[in-house]
């Protein structure tokens, strides 16, 4: 199957500062890709979508400002957590659809912790 | 009403047992449907993907779409405790840019 990669698998940052989190799809190009939140022992919820070369969608009551999304080539997007909190610890999985399929793919997540 | 809704569990059972795994929703637009696994911090892993009614198999897991009842099913059969984790249905209408809809996930225990 197709595979996504995630970087870091883990941060550990400090309140005020930013992360960046990155999400790559190996072997196939996406022309769309996701990103979402997951809390523990909760669902996935789906903070934007980003499709190669444009604007990311964000979904009600997603920070766009905060979030920041940029989808550059057809195999990498980042995630930038601006100005992180301690609310803002979570669990980001970022999954990707290629241009022949309509299966997501995962990312095996970033876990980020705001001190 | 949420538009797709899974029973959250925790669902055990003893190896060897037939697992079945439900999503129901409301909207009868959907068309396509997925059934992902997630074990504990890492990213949910692409199990068996279905368009329209039916059924569809793979191994030990089989998918059972019923659209006439909102109702699909993941059954795996012979359970091992590897199958342990959270089991996530997903599904979208017609739309190829529509995003899937994932349900809240079910977890699940097979015991030794």
């Known amino acids: 199957g197709a595979v996504v990669s995630q970087h870091p698998s883990w941060v550990i940052c400090k309140s005020g500062t930013s992360v960046k989190i990155e999400c790559r799809s190996l072997d196939f190009q996406a022309t769309t890709m996701f990103w979402y939140r997951q809390f523990p022992k909760q669902s996935l919820m789906l903070m934007a979508t980003?499709?190669?070369?444009?604007?990311?969608?964000?979904e009600q009551g997603v920070e766009k400002d905060k979030f920041l999304i940029n989808h550059a080539s057809l195999t990498l997007s980042t995630l930038t957590v601006t100005s992180a909190h301690p609310e803002d610890s979570s669990f980001y999985i970022c999954s990707a659809r290629g241009t022949s399929g309509d299966e997501q793919f995962f990312g095996p997540g970033t876990r980020l912790t705001v001190l | 009403q949420k538009e797709v809704e899974q029973d959250p569990g925790p669902l055990s059972v003893p190896e060897g047992a037939i697992v079945s795994l439900n999503c129901t929703y409301s909207n009868s637009a959907f068309q396509y449907f997925m059934w992902y696994r997630q074990y504990s911090r890492k990213g949910p892993e692409l199990l068996m993907y279905t368009y329209s009614s039916g059924n569809k198999e793979d191994g030990r897991f089989t998918a059972q779409v019923d659209k006439s009842s909102k109702y699909i099913s993941l059954f795996i059969r012979d359970s091992q405790p590897s199958d342990s984790a959270t089991y996530l249905c997903a599904m979208r209408d017609r739309n190829y840019g529509q995003n899937f809809v994932f349900g809240p996930g079910t977890r699940l225990s097979v015991l030794p």
């Open positions: 980003s499709n190669e070369g444009s604007k990311a969608t964000y």
